[in-house]
């Protein structure tokens, strides 16, 4: 059995558990460029992790594709990912891409921005959106605005932090007051690479269940 079958039985656990079979949602990642994830792209990290991912999005989505974004101090939106060119997906439209700007400095607010767009005014719809968003540190302050703005739209946004950052802008996300729904979660994997997948299943999915009832009981849904 492939390993994307194997991973989609693994979410396919993880969703029992979490009370979240049945669930119909739009699956996006956000992927930072910068300097700093240099050697993580080399050395194949984050093609694992879209191919960890899209296991998420093909259980989750109806169409099986896992919507993509890259940022630094730019942003690009890529062609969404399907199991038919898994392998070679980040080659392909990241690393030998020569129009996305690569390994420069951070910029969320942006790239988040273009995501709110595409849900809430291009494709319009009451179906629940789960972003994962990840990150290596560095965040800038106003991404904290931007997810205030965005509490009563229908989407989740769970932060990854990857290495030793301190994360410090994206930890004070489940504390923010003055939202209409706790619309963001935050988890830390100092080596996603070491860890498994029911691991990063468990914890990616840990917040989504609570926001569905809370953004179904203001509305939002």
């Not at 792209?41 to 169409?63: C, H, P, T, W």
């Not at 594709?65 to 062609?79: K, Q």
């Not at 994360?167 to 080596?191: I, P, W």
């Amino acid at each position: 059995m492939s390993s994307i079958n194997l991973r989609k039985k693994l979410v396919e656990l993880t969703l029992v558990k979490k009370k979240l079979t049945g669930v119909t949602a739009r699956v996006g990642i956000v992927l930072d460029i910068t300097g700093s994830m240099r050697s993580l792209y080399a050395r194949g990290v984050v093609q694992e992790v879209v191919e960890r991912i899209l296991a998420v999005a093909s259980k989750f989505d109806d169409n099986g594709s896992l919507d993509v974004w890259v940022y630094d101090t730019e942003f690009s939106r890529l062609p969404p990912v399907t199991e038919r060119e898994l392998g070679s997906y980040v080659f392909t439209h990241i690393t030998n891409n020569d129009a996305i700007h690569k390994f420069g400095r951070n910029n969320e607010p942006p790239v988040m921005r273009d995501v709110i767009q595409k849900y809430t005014k291009e494709e319009p719809d009451t179906t629940p959106v789960f972003i994962i968003f990840i990150n290596d540190g560095g965040v800038v302050k106003l991404t904290r605005k931007v997810i205030m703005a965005a509490s009563p739209l229908p989407i989740f946004w769970q932060f990854v932090g990857i290495g030793d950052s301190d994360f410090e802008v994206l930890k004070q996300l489940d504390t923010m007051s003055g939202r209409l729904v706790d619309n963001a979660s935050f988890m830390h994997l100092d080596r996603i690479e070491d860890v498994s997948d029911e691991e990063l299943y468990d914890q990616l999915l840990n917040e989504f269940p609570q926001w569905l009832k809370a953004a179904k009981a203001k509305g939002i849904l």
